[in-house]
Structure formats: structure tokens, C-alpha cells
T-cell receptor, first 114, second 117 residues
């Protein structure tokens, strides 16, 4: 089946620290991978995506590389800001199943302190 | 504003009430979804509509009833809910190709915070 496992939070970092949020997946086919971010009181926003192996998604200083050999899609940022405080969700969409559903992880709450 | 609008933003209802949640998008998307977000749980997919036809119903209790009158609007009708149904209900839309249902990523609304008393 399809599933996403991401590191449990919460994660608390000082401003300008390096961020890694781990995400691994299982899929029956050839998934596309996504990171979504949810700021307080809002819905989820697409942060970045990658549709095939070795693709790197990037946006707003965040990056994630689609690693088929390790079935991973870890989120990284070199220098976090207070405004990055939010909940981050890893997700996959599996084309092989013929469905267009997104499977989400449980989310990782990030708090960045000044 | 993301392009997907959900109303109301907050709703408090008694267990015997009937209410409806509304979702609207004018992004030209052809698939719409309802998700339930509860604390410390993964997002739960409830319903999927592709090209206005319901294609998924993930064992959702019948007290939740979706309606998709056109590709821009999606409703979730609620009746005789339970306190454990209190959650954030998120609507999303996406553009899918009819051939292989390739997903180009969802656009989410801000959600309706539902409290059942």
C-alpha cells in the first residue's frame, strides 16, 4: 500500500539554524512526492514537489530530493527564520494505482525562536 | 487567499442539528476533495470527486454526505454528528488528466473548524 512516515515533532530551532525533517515512503507504483506547509489558522499550502527519482524540488530556501534507493524525500533548509514556524506535511501521490489521492504523513511542527 | 474558499470558517453545532459546509474554487480544477484534520492524526481523506463524479468514499459514516453540483462547488452536509467529529475540515482541489489521473498538486482552502457540542 501507500504510506508516508515523517519524523515526529515538535522541532524547535534557533533562527538561522539548519533544518532537516525526515520523510520516507512506501508506494505500490511510481509516486510523485510533495511537501506541504500549514501556517497557524490556515489550510495547507504546497511548498515543493518532485515527480520522479533524483528530482529536486525547491522553494523559499527549502529543498527536498526524491531518493528512490532510500525511498526518502527529506526536507532541508540551510537557515530557518521565525516566519518558517508552521506544521510541515510530507505527501505522496501514486499514479500507478490510477487514483489521484494524496497520502499524508502526520505532520511535523516546527517552531523557530529568535 | 489560495483560490479555494471555504465557508463558514468556524461552526458550532449540536448533535441534532443539520448544517452544511461549502467549498468553492475558480481555478479551473476538475477534482475536489474533503479531508478531516484531527489533532495528532494524519489527514484523513473523506471524499473525492473527479470530473463531478464521486470516486472515493473512505468508509465515512453516513452522517457525512457530500454533494458536488458542478466542478467549482463542493458541499459537505452534516447531520446528527458526534463530539468526536469535531475537527478541521479541509477542502482541496486539483487538476488531473483524465487519461492517467496524474496529480499536479492540491490547492487547499483554509478549512472549517467544526465543534460538535
Amino acid at each position: 500500500g501507500n504510506s508516508v512516515t515523517q519524523m515526529e515533532g515538535p522541532v524547535t530551532l534557533s533562527e538561522e539554524a539548519f533544518l532537516t525533517i525526515n520523510c520516507t515512503y512506501t508506494a505500490t507504483g511510481y509516486p510523485s512526492l510533495f511537501w506541504y506547509v500549514q501556517y497557524p489558522g490556515e489550510g495547507l499550502q504546497l511548498l515543493l514537489k518532485a515527480t520522479k527519482a533524483d528530482d529536486k524540488g525547491s522553494n523559499k530556501g527549502f529543498e527536498a530530493t526524491y531518493r528512490k534507493e532510500t525511498t526518502s524525500f527529506h526536507l532541508e533548509k540551510g537557515s530557518v527564520q521565525v516566519s518558517d514556524s508552521a506544521v510541515y506535511f510530507c505527501a505522496l501521490s501514486d499514479h500507478q494505482t490510477g487514483a489521484n489521492n494524496l497520502f499524508f504523513g502526520t505532520g511535523t511542527r516546527l517552531t523557530v525562536i529568535p | 487567499e489560495t483560490g479555494v474558499t471555504q465557508t463558514p470558517r468556524h461552526l458550532v453545532m449540536g448533535m441534532t442539528n443539520k448544517k452544511s459546509l461549502k467549498c468553492e474554487q475558480h481555478l479551473g480544477h476538475n477534482a475536489m476533495y474533503w479531508y478531516k484534520q484531527s489533532a495528532k492524526k494524519p489527514l484523513e481523506l473523506m471524499f473525492v470527486y473527479n470530473f463531478k463524479e464521486q470516486t472515493e468514499n473512505n468508509s465515512v459514516p453516513s452522517r457525512f454526505s457530500p454533494e458536488c453540483p458542478n466542478s467549482s462547488h463542493l458541499f459537505l452536509h452534516l447531520h446528527t454528528l458526534q463530539p468526536e467529529d469535531s475537527a478541521l475540515y479541509l477542502c482541496a482541489s486539483s487538476l488531473v488528466t483524465r487519461f492517467d489521473l496524474t496529480n499536479y498538486g492540491y490547492t487547499f482552502g483554509s478549512g472549517t473548524r467544526l465543534t460538535v457540542v
